[in-house]
């Protein structure tokens, strides 16, 4: 029972180590913006193509 | 010439000294975030976290993804990381923790109020029951009127707040294509671009659709009216929704108008019943009126901090604070108390440890005018590079009255008068409009209060309420030994006036006539024109 509840606080450590590692590098090294940045242009075509119904 | 004590902060700052190495001109974003110190970085992340929570959480829901796809200026909100870390410049300790606390909190409201616009909107939610309790309401105006109306029965939607307002503050580019859209319809280039890219969005049908009735204000100058007038038509005419003038004295500082203006109010609010069919409450609107001078409280203690030699709560995020707390909040929503209250408590413990948050401050700076939203993040770059430590804005000197908050029967009939006055006082207006005092006289009182050397003043290109007391400004400075900075741009199209053309104009003064060196070299010429 005691090795069980040990190896899920270790599997829980490991998890919470490995996702501060990942994110913190994401959030560092600007990646989440670098990432979005080069989807923007597909956007804009997107919205481009968009029709409207242009008034005034 | 006025000159203020110089002050060298004894403390060095944790982390990396020059922030300039974190931008680039490859790149539309920064190359990596900030090094803070371990603390720092560490809440710095966390609220990164919290940020990407806040943005999943309105991502999740389907009719949210369905108006992404539906609207142009949602590819803003991709870039809220980016758009928060140009207000964290250089800023460590408790100046970081407030900026913080006081501008998620603003794009926490922001993401509720597009998530509401898209339930209601006829192309994306197309919830009607919850459309026809929802009042729109003009972006530059107060919503005093809806005090009184309970918010789980009517909603206030400020819709051109999250589509044209703060998206412009996430992405430069944004509105650009709004103002290309209003001058192929003839409108023309050099009225102001917020109320004509507004226009735009309206001409370009990328409005959400939603509500029972609408309410606008003639705001604050020819612009704002003109972009009223073509939104309000296709309202009405093509989305059958009835739209009110609430019409504000601009003189406001005449007792004979306070009269007149309490009566718009009530007329504005008896509109209101009439179209989503709900009866104003006194409860709710003194509890409302409680909270408004909870915050006025608040706001006068952060004036006050910011008067001594150490400014706690100052920049864009003061701005932007009090722009949202006091416009479009109006005392409505109980959760700005606890921000208001948890901001004065941070302030006041900075304060006590005596904080600074650049290596020197070398001049005491008010800032006039109002100020471009695509660089709206240069009052951190001005005490980081220069050391002009911006004490106020002129758009944060607001109300410090206090409005009567126990129902009784007289008291009902001063709420009226209370509610035109906050209304003909709100931010644009307090001191664009009402005469020579307000815009002329105030600045320096507020300069000798707050022992400033310096103004910066935003010279808005478009904006001809100021831009015609330009020599009454000068001479004045000048018999009084303070210096004037002016600072050119056009609110929101970086093609008149790019980033680095903006901060060039105060590079030019520090190094000419204050013959001074950057505190920090590295951020003279950043190159993020082409960035978000």
């Known amino acids: 029972m005691k090795s069980k509840v040990l190896s899920v606080l270790v599997k829980l450590v490991i998890a919470v180590l490995a996702f501060f590692v990942v994110t913190f590098t994401v959030y ?16 804009e075509k997107w919205y481009d193509g968009l029709e409207r119904k242009q008034y005034i | 010439m006025k000159t203020v004590e110089k002050i060298v902060n004894p403390v060095r700052r944790a982390g990396e000294q020059s922030p300039g190495k974190i931008y680039s001109d490859k790149l539309k974003v ?5 090094w803070r110190g371990v603390k720092d970085t560490f809440y710095d992340y966390t609220r990164w976290l919290y940020l990407l929570s806040v943005l999943g959480r309105f991502i999740i829901v389907p009719r949210n993804v369905k108006g992404f796809f539906r609207y142009r200026w949602m590819m803003s909100y991709l870039f809220v990381p980016h758009g928060m870390d140009k ?15 006081s501008f998620n909190f603003v794009i926490a409201d922001v993401t509720k109020a597009i998530g509401n616009c898209f339930r209601g909107d006829r192309r994306v939610g197309n919830d009607k029951a919850y459309s026809d309790k929802c009042v729109i309401t003009d972006e530059n105006s107060m919503v005093t009127f809806m005090m009184g109306f309970d918010t789980d029965k009517v909603h206030t939607i400020l819709r051109e707040v999250p589509t044209m307002f703060a998206s412009n503050i996430f992405h430069q580019f944004n509105v650009e294509h709004y103002l290309d859209i209003a001058q192929q319809y003839g409108i023309p280039g050099d009225v102001c671009p917020m109320p004509e890219a507004e226009a735009g969005i309206s001409i370009d049908d990328d409005f959400c659709v939603l509500g029972s009735c609408a309410v606008q204000n003639n705001t604050t100058c020819d612009g704002s009216l003109m972009g009223n007038g073509i939104i309000a038509k296709r309202l009405e005419r093509e989305y059958g929704i009835p739209t009110y003038q609430l019409a504000t004295p601009l003189r406001h500082k005449e007792p004979d108008v306070l009269e007149y203006a309490a009566e718009e109010i009530k007329k504005a609010i008896r ?33 006050e901090i910011n008067s001594t030699p150490y400014p706690q709560f100052f920049g864009a995020a003061f701005s ?22 948890k901001l004065l408590e941070l302030a006041e413990k900075g304060y006590k440890e005596k904080r600074m948050y650049a290596k020197e401050y070398r001049h005491r700076c008010i800032i006039w005018g109002v100020q471009p939203q695509y660089v709206i993040d240069q009052l951190y770059w001005l005490l980081q590079c220069w050391g002009v430590v911006p004490l106020t804005d002129m758009l944060s000197v607001i109300n410090t009255d206090m409005i009567a908050e126990e129902d009784t029967p007289e008291n009902r009939e001063q709420a009226y008068r209370d509610m035109a006055m906050l209304n003909m006082e709100m931010i644009m207006r307090n001191h664009t409009h009402g005469g020579f005092k307000v815009l002329v006289d105030d600045l320096w009182e507020l300069c000798e209060k707050m022992n400033a050397d310096i103004v910066m003043m935003w010279e808005h290109m478009s904006c001809k309420a100021l831009t015609g007391m330009h020599g009454q400004f000068e001479e004045q400075a000048r018999e009084r030994g303070i210096h004037i900075m002016w600072v050119s741009h056009d609110l929101c199209d970086p093609r ?37």
């Open chain 2, 30 to 34: 920064r190359r990596r975030r900030e």
């Open chain 2, 496 to 532: 008149v006036f790019t980033r680095q053309a903006i901060r060039d104009q105060v590079n030019n003064y520090m190094r000419t006539v204050m013959r001074e060196e950057p505190l920090d070299p590295s951020l003279e010429i950043i190159p993020d024109n082409e960035a978000y």
């Open chain 2, 320 to 341: 932007l604070y009090n722009d949202t707390n006091y416009m479009g909040n109006s005392g409505r929503m109980p959760e700005f108390v606890d921000i208001d209250r």
């Open chain 2, 87 to 101: 207000f964290t410049i250089g800023l460590r300790d408790e100046a970081l923790r407030i900026a913080h606390t």
């Open chain 1, 28 to 43: 560092f090294f600007n990646l989440d913006m670098k990432a979005t940045a080069l989807l923007e242009p597909f956007f």
């Open chain 2, 271 to 303: 509109f209101v019943e009439e179209h989503t069919g709900e009866k104003w409450d006194w409860d709710v609107y003194f509890a409302a009126a409680k909270r408004v001078n909870y915050a006025t409280k608040c706001r006068i203690a952060q004036m």
